[in-house]
């Protein structure tokens, strides 16, 4: 299936607009991983935990958008967008979101 941010498939004409599709996912921050975060930001070192986590999190959320894209049964889903958001007490948790729109191409 192809995913792109951009409106349209370049040759391929959109015959059919399925509607929005969206995938979500929440992540919890472990306090083991937040003291070893913090440690290697004050050393200038990547936090290599959390990059894991959010890639992690990240592909997670576009196969939801996937597998609700090709419910629809959708050959593409165009004009998506990637969005971050901290929630949760003290911003304990991390949503990643995807949403696009549901399309049949010619």
Same mark, same amino acid.
């Given at each position: ?17 399925? @509607? ?13 991983? $937040?003291?070893? !975060? ?6 200038? @070192? ?12 990240? !592909? ?6 996937? $597998?609700?894209? %090709? $419910?629809? @049964?959708?050959? !593409? ?5 990637? $969005?971050?958001?901290?929630?949760? %007490? ?9 949403? @696009?729109?549901?399309? %049949?191409?010619?």
């Amino acid at each position: 299936m192809i995913i792109t941010t951009t409106p349209t498939v370049e040759g391929r004409p959109i015959t059919r607009y399925l @509607g929005l599709v969206t995938g979500e996912v929440i992540i919890g921050a472990n306090i083991f991983s $937040d003291l070893f !975060a913090s440690v290697r930001d004050i050393v200038g @070192g990547r936090a290599g935990s959390y990059e894991r986590a959010m890639g992690d999190a990240r !592909a997670a959320a576009y196969r939801e958008l996937q $597998d609700e894209a %090709k $419910d629809l @049964g959708a050959d !593409a889903v165009v004009g998506v967008d990637l $969005d971050y958001e901290v929630l949760g %007490k003290a911003g304990s948790m991390l949503m990643v979101s995807v949403t @696009g729109t549901a399309v %049949k191409l010619g």
